[in-house]
């Protein structure tokens, strides 16, 4: 190791414990740092009738189309909802949600509001936004603490059957809206249980299993079928599935394949993917898949390597694992981060350093073959790529060593190979090709979204793809 080793600047010092005390929690309150890393329970503390019908009334009610209904993918009914909280009709304010959005006790809490609902109202112009998450995770656990469970309405039997390939957010999206149609509705899934990233990746210290698993619940109660541990292109093909009597074919597969940085050593023991290590790490031993049946043993000195959510929940997971210092090293700025500034504030308070304008080269191992170091090269910004960002530029001779026993990459995803196989046009980058009004893809009687079909996303953007597919497909089905 020729190279210097890593000596701590400013760019990467910890927060100081008054910086902590001083960083905005977005006006959301959640548990202090120091308590919340002894445990994956949610951070979020949530709201009481009073600060909730307070908050509601800060809503001035723009006049429709209203910024946040727009910025919202589902389009919630925002100004209407306030109102009913306003007036302390939390039940209502609820079930106003679930019209036009078939998870909202889940994207309450995870969904990038900063950048969606709550990035666009109108008090941003001199003040801090209603807290139109917190608001939703509120009233629809409140819904749920009243009524026990929701009941999930059934149409009239309509003798048409679908099949959904693939129960995360968007495949039960569209299993919910095709039952409310009175369609039969089968929900295959790879896993041992149906959430997609909901249960196998997003941690809990997000959004708890026990939401989860009682949206589960709630629609196997209205007579959807889940057929688990069952992957769809070895275990029964698309075209088997017609053949056993489905009339249409939703393909909601995710993207959940771990994209690699190509570098030496990304094989070494101690250097883990990202989603595995977070699946690993946070779904129950019993839930989890073949072949990640264990916890993940991390050590003292932990790097992960990327910028975006994914990125910051390995920080917060390693940190809860029992790491004593962890980095973030990213290629660019913060500036250029893709992540939600939120999830970084709440990992800097829990204790991650970041490293920006660093690039790993190569993973280094002792004599036995252990991960002990980083190579890494510092970065500067260039000319724009096609996107508009900057394109990092390696600095000549600015190599370093980062000592480390840990490393864990989050550098995006890529769509499972098996949605090729299909006779499905693709795009370049190998998602779905699918017609963006209805969500039909090029064989007749299938249709697609998610992931899948948009690259890395968002859970409300895959929930509304799938309601929206859920619509193209009862209209279809009604035509046969
Ligand atoms: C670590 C992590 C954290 C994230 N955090 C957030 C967040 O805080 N907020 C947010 O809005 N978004 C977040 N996202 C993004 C969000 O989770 C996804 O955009 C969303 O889950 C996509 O939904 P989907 O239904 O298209 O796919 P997925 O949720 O990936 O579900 C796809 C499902 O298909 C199944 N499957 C795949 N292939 C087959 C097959 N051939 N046969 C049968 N089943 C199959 C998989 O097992 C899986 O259950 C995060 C993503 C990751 C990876």
């Given at each position: 190791m020729s190279n210097p080793m890593y000596s701590f600047s400013d760019d990467c010092s910890p927060l100081s414990d008054r910086e902590r005390v001083n960083l905005p929690y977005y006006g959301v309150d959640v548990r202090p740092a120091h308590e919340r890393i002894y445990d994956f329970d949610e951070i979020l503390l949530p709201f009481d009738e009073q600060r909730a019908r307070f908050e509601a009334a800060r809503c001035i009610h723009c006049p429709t189309p209203a910024a946040c209904v727009t910025a919202c993918p589902v389009h919630n009914d925002i100004p209407t909802i306030m109102c009913l909280i306003e007036k302390g009709n939390f039940l209502e304010a609820s079930q106003t949600f679930r019209l036009t959005s078939t998870i909202p006790e889940i994207c309450g809490r995870v969904c990038p509001q900063e950048k969606l609902c709550q990035g666009s109202c109108v008090h941003n112009l001199r003040n801090e936004p209603v807290l139109i998450g917190p608001?939703?995770?509120?009233?629809?656990?409140?819904?749920?603490?009243?009524?026990?469970?929701?009941?999930?309405?059934?149409?009239a039997p309509s003798g048409r059957k679908v099949a959904i390939v693939g129960g995360g957010p968007s495949g039960l999206a569209c299993a919910e809206r095709l039952i409310n149609f009175g369609h039969d509705v089968t929900v295959y899934d790879q896993r041992p249980i149906p959430g997609g990233?909901?249960?196998?990746g997003i941690p809990g210290f997000k959004l708890s299993s026990k939401v989860l698993m009682a949206k589960l619940n709630e629609l196997q109660n209205a007579g959807i079928h889940f057929v688990t541990n069952t992957f769809i292109g070895k275990d029964i093909t698309i075209d088997a599935l017609f053949n056993d009597g489905?009339?249409?074919v939703y393909i909601s597969v995710g993207a959940g394949v771990d994209a690699q940085l190509n570098i030496p050593g990304e094989d070494l023991p101690g250097v883990f993917k990202g989603t595995e290590f977070l699946i690993r790490s946070n779904v129950n031993l019993d839930?989890?898949?073949?072949?990640?049946?264990?916890?993940?043993?991390?050590?003292?000195?932990?790097?992960?390597?990327?910028?975006g959510d994914t990125a910051s929940d390995c920080e917060r997971t390693s940190i809860r694992l029992g790491a004593q210092e962890v980095f973030c090293i990213y290629r660019r700025t913060e500036d250029e981060m893709p992540g939600v500034s939120k999830d970084r504030t709440f990992a800097r308070?829990?204790?991650?350093?970041?490293?920006?304008?660093?690039?790993?080269?190569?993973?280094?191992?002792?004599?036995?073959?252990?991960?002990?170091?980083?190579?890494?090269?510092?970065?500067?910004l260039g000319e724009k790529d096609a996107k508009g960002r900057r394109s990092p530029v390696p600095i000549p001779d600015s190599n370093f060593i980062l000592e480390i026993d840990t490393a864990i990459t989050a550098v995006g995803y890529?769509?499972?190979?098996?949605?090729?196989?299909?006779?499905?046009d693709v795009t370049r980058n190998g998602l779905i090709a699918i017609d963006s009004k209805t969500g039909a893809t090029s064989r007749r009687g299938i249709y697609a979204g998610g992931d899948a079909v948009r690259?890395?996303?968002?859970?409300?953007?895959?929930?509304?793809?799938?309601?929206?597919?859920?619509?193209?497909?009862?209209?279809?089905?009604?035509?046969?």
């Open positions: 608001l939703e995770v509120f009233v629809t656990d409140y819904e749920r603490s009243v009524k026990g469970s929701i009941t999930i309405r059934k149409g990233l909901l249960m196998y489905f009339d249409a839930l989890l898949p073949p072949g990640m049946t264990t916890r993940p043993k991390i050590g003292k000195r932990v790097a992960v390597i990327g910028g308070q829990e204790g991650t350093r970041y490293l920006f304008l660093t690039q790993p080269i190569r993973f280094i191992a002792d004599g036995n073959g252990k991960l002990t170091a980083m190579e890494c090269v510092r970065m500067e890529y769509p499972f190979p098996s949605i090729g196989e299909t006779g499905l690259g890395p996303s968002l859970v409300v953007e895959a929930t509304a793809d799938g309601i929206r597919a859920a619509s193209s497909i009862h209209e279809y089905l009604t035509k046969l």
